[in-house]
């Protein structure tokens, strides 16, 4: 497609309920990154793939979180026994080549109530 | 840990003034700076800085990278409302991961 493409745009979760963020790259880009960003805050990064190896997932802030690209396009970000610290925008991006800059994703504006 | 410092947090300026924006870092294994605008969700980029002292510039906006000093500075000159926006300032780092290590983002408001 022409951009990064997420859904769903808005999610509301009940605490304790899973939840799954898609994220649809730029065809043809080898790097999709995933990054949370709380409110009046930075992004901050969660994980990192190249085609479909998870090459860095330092970000991940406990072991609820989960991502996936298992045929190297479209990623999965699982939350389970999601929390109210969890309510954030989710940011996906990708990349042709790191000497190119990223290209974000409209995000998924998380809400745990 | 790396650490990009942006200042100042948040700007409010009249149509026609020129801001400068401010951005610090620290990290390990230096690659390259960006700088992006964030209005509602997704951040759009700006530019990607990787030599010290070449400015870049995309009409009535322009930056430039001091890897001396660590710092980078964004100007904008005869602001419109239109930049009215979050400004971003990002690193990213060589060997391993290819992840960006953001500041905390440039409030700007431009007032008519």
């Known amino acids: 497609g022409a951009g990064v493409s997420q859904s769903p745009r808005y999610k509301v979760a009940k605490r304790g309920q899973d939840v799954a963020l898609r994220c649809d790259p730029i065809s043809g880009h080898v790097s999709l990154f995933w990054y949370q960003q709380a409110l009046g805050q930075g992004p901050e990064f969660l994980t990192y793939f190249q085609n479909e190896a998870q090459l860095d997932k330092s970000g991940l802030p406990s072991d609820r979180f989960f991502a996936e690209r298992p045929e190297g396009s479209v990623s999965t970000l699982k939350i389970q026994r999601t929390q109210q610290e969890d309510s954030a925008v989710y940011l996906c991006a990708s990349s042709l080549d790191k000497n190119y800059g990223y290209t974000f994703g409209s995000g998924t504006r998380l809400t745990v109530v | 840990e790396d650490k990009v410092v942006q200042s100042p947090l948040s700007l409010v300026v009249h149509e026609g003034d020129t801001v400068t924006l401010n951005c610090s870092y620290e990290?390990?294994?230096?690659?390259?700076l960006l700088w992006y605008k964030q209005e509602k969700k997704a951040p759009t980029f700006l530019f990607m800085l990787?030599?010290?002292?070449i400015e870049k510039k995309s009409g009535r906006l322009s930056s430039i990278l001091d890897k001396k000093e660590l710092f980078s500075i964004l100007n904008i000159t005869a602001t419109q409302t239109g930049d009215s926006a979050v400004y971003l300032c990002?690193?990213?780092?060589?060997?391993?991961?290819?992840?960006?290590?953001f500041g905390k983002g440039m409030k700007l408001t431009v007032n008519p």
């Open positions: 990290v390990t294994n230096f690659r390259s």
């Open positions: 990787t030599s010290s002292g």
């Open positions: 990002a690193v990213a780092t060589q060997g391993g991961s290819e992840k960006l290590v």
